[in-house]
């Protein structure tokens, strides 16, 4: 009667034990860091992103820098960003993911990108 009761408790406590391990490797997954990076002039593809949402920044407060935002299936201007010391953040919710858009980046500068 005791081995079995032992056996039970200890069968239930891997149950436990288990179903809590799974759920947090599905929550880690689930919440990923944001990807930031520093860039400077050119035109960007991004492959990946894990969501919509770009704050951006302008390290070189003396170099303004200009962000123009197109969306690659219909071509159409998304946004155009002008930043200097005076406006040097802004927070870009896109409808598509960074990874369906063309980014260009115009100016000596550079800017800081996070995209979630």
């Known amino acids: 009667m005791i081995k079995r009761l032992s056996v039970a408790i200890i069968v239930i406590m891997f149950l436990i034990t288990s179903t809590t391990i799974a759920d947090a490797s599905v929550i880690s997954s689930k919440n990923q860091p944001p990807k930031a990076d520093i860039y400077k002039e050119g035109i ?3 492959s990946q992103s894990s969501g919509n949402k770009l704050t ?3 390290e070189t407060p003396n170099e303004p820098m200009i962000l123009i935002i197109i969306e690659n299936e219909s071509r159409a201007l998304k946004y155009y ?3 200097t010391k005076d406006s040097p953040k802004i927070e870009i919710t896109l409808t598509k993911p960074i990874s369906e858009h063309t980014t260009a980046i115009l ?3 550079e800017l800081a990108f996070t995209y979630e």
């Open 107 to 109: 100016g000596k500068g």
């Open 56 to 58: 951006l920044q302008l």
């Open 44 to 46: 960007y593809h991004f």
């Open 81 to 83: 960003v002008e930043f």
